[in-house]
């Protein structure tokens, strides 16, 4: 399924298509109904540009103890190679 914004839609808040897309990735993001990188996807971003951009608003990224056990298990994996 596909969204479309319609031109009278951006002309009438004043933003590009480009702005609108990174507006909502940051909005869903916040609300946690998307996860970093498919945010920095649908914003069009690559995701450390996108973390800036969370940055620059002062949204926290998301970073849980399961995500700091499973980059633990990436880093001794790599360790161990």
């Keep these: 399924m596909s969204l479309?914004?319609?031109?009278?839609?951006?002309?009438?808040?004043?933003?590009?298509?480009?702005?609108?897309?990174?507006?909502?990735?940051?909005?869903?993001?916040q609300a946690e109904k998307l996860t970093l990188a498919r945010a920095a996807r649908l914003a069009d971003?690559?995701?450390?540009?996108?973390?800036?951009l969370l940055a620059s608003r002062d949204v926290a990224i998301h970073y849980d103890e399961m995500d700091l056990e499973q980059d633990l298990a990436t880093l001794h994996v790599l360790e161990c190679r």
């Design 45 to 52: 971003m690559p995701r450390i540009r996108f973390q800036h």
């Design 4 to 29: 479309t914004i319609t031109d009278e839609v951006l002309h009438s808040a004043g933003m590009s298509e480009a702005e609108m897309r990174r507006e909502i990735a940051v909005m869903l993001y």
